[in-house]
């Protein structure tokens, strides 16, 4: 089976422009997350979807948002775009009922802010 | 204010050895607690999961603890090989968070020949 996939995997902006990110979960996943990990910490907890409603939010700024589709990919959006949101942007997935606890990270992208 | 520290030094252990990673939080309280192993630009790989109710988890060359008293867990792998050469991360999830992990900031192991 094919692992998470996020697409792009490198992005360049400028401060004040907007993003959208993707994410397709594994097969059979129904539940989506998205984390931040900025160079040298452990990634932070933005969002969590599951069967396309929201069920948890991390303490970052509404300039950011997400959302699940009807084949379980997701999208993360930022807008306005600040330098400090630079940082590789993970997706995970996990299945439903037993083994709901392990999430499968995507590769990330890698978004770069100048 | 809740944390969650591992040992933000770089461990370097010699090829055959047992390494011994540490995560210690506080103001927590743990459903679940997880190890992910990360090589560089590549998202965290998931390799055990120990429950509130549990003391240890062995999976092949890796073994996990679970201290809910220290509010520790420890990680090990034995008989380390250069391969195991990576960053690793313990993440909690706490009772009624849903799946959503809190992660340390990792300890990078570098196994040596």
């Known amino acids: 089976d094919a692992g998470v996939t996020q697409s792009p995997t490198h992005l360049i902006k400028t401060r004040g422009q907007q993003v959208t990110l993707r994410c397709s979960p594994i097969?059979?996943?129904?539940?989506v997350s998205w984390y931040q990990q900025v160079l040298g910490q452990g990634p932070q907890f933005i969002f969590q979807?599951?069967?396309?409603?929201?069920?948890g939010r991390g303490n970052f700024p509404d300039r950011f948002s997400a959302r699940q589709f009807p084949n379980y990919s997701s999208e993360l959006n930022v807008n306005a775009l600040l330098l400090g949101d630079s940082a590789l942007y993970l997706c995970?997935?996990?299945?439903?009922?037993?083994?709901?606890?392990?999430?499968?990270f995507g590769p990330g992208t890698r978004l770069l802010v100048l | 204010s809740q944390k969650i520290e591992q040992n933000s030094e770089a461990l370097n252990i010699q090829e055959g050895k047992t390494a011994t990673l540490t995560c210690n939080y506080t103001?927590?309280?743990?459903?679940?607690l997880q190890w992910y192993r990360q090589d560089p630009g590549r998202g965290p790989v998931f390799l055990l999961l120990?429950?509130?109710?549990?003391k240890e988890k062995r999976k092949e060359r890796l073994k996990v603890t679970f201290d809910t008293t220290l509010k520790q867990s420890l990680f090990h792998i034995t008989a380390s090989q250069p391969a195991d050469s990576a960053t690793y991360l313990c993440?909690?999830?706490?009772?009624?968070?849903?799946?959503?992990?809190?992660f340390g900031t990792g300890t990078q192991l570098k196994v040596e020949l």
């Open positions: 995970a997935s996990s299945r439903p009922g037993r083994g709901k606890e392990t999430q499968y």
């Open positions: 097969s059979g996943h129904k539940s």
């Open positions: 979807y599951y069967e396309k409603e929201e069920r």
């Open positions: 103001n927590y309280s743990p459903a679940y």
């Open positions: 120990i429950r509130e109710n549990e």
């Open positions: 993440a909690l999830a706490e009772r009624g968070g849903g799946n959503k992990l809190t």
